[in-house]
């Protein structure tokens, strides 16, 4: 069992092409592009982490996307969670919450949407995985983020639309900090 990361995958959500960047055409073209990414990624026993804004004012339902999506799926709240207060959420997650503590890889991490300055940190070495300021470099959020190696951003927009595993999800952070072009390759 592996454990993989992803954050704003927007399902659904038209704008957030434009407003991100994203390389897509259409909300139909991102939707099935991310989807099959995720698919090629995780294995129906992975653990896959949801970091928020799952799907925002799409014309498709929840159940839609999550029957679709393999993988046990743990959803951390975000801004756009508005569709979860109609569906029966135990059906498609293993865990609903605001804020959640996990391990991997001998690592203490502490999940949350939003970009926190401060995290339990019980464990030298605490890592926080956030979403909520896709590629923003503009943002507050991330005059400070991109000083903290211990801050791991799991939006798609950096994340090559797909989950990632921690070691990725690392590795894609130290690019994204240093200013290098994201690789937008859609596997």
Request: a negative charge.
């Amino acid at each position: 069992m592996n454990k993989f990361y992803i954050a704003d995958p927007h399902f659904g959500h038209e704008a957030v092409i434009r407003m991100c960047g994203r390389p897509f055409a259409t909300i139909d073209e991102m939707d099935n592009a991310i989807m099959r990414n995720w698919n090629q990624t995780v294995g129906n026993e992975d653990e896959v982490y949801i970091v928020g804004d799952f799907m925002l004012r799409s014309r498709h339902t929840p159940e839609y996307y999550l029957r679709q999506l393999s993988g046990r799926k743990h959803l951390i709240l975000g801004n756009h969670e508005k569709w979860t207060k109609r569906l029966e959420l135990t059906a498609y997650f293993e865990s609903v919450s605001q804020i959640k503590e996990i391990t991997d890889l001998d690592r203490h991490l502490v999940l949350c949407h939003y970009p926190m300055a401060e995290w339990p940190r019980y464990y030298k070495g605490s890592l926080h995985v956030f979403g909520h300021i896709h590629n923003n470099r503009d943002c507050d959020a991330f005059r400070y983020y991109g000083n903290n190696p211990n801050m791991l951003n799991a939006g798609v927009d950096i994340n090559h639309f797909t989950p990632v595993g921690l070691q990725q999800l690392i590795a894609n952070n130290e690019a994204f900090r240093l200013g290098g072009e994201l690789d937008e390759r859609l596997h």
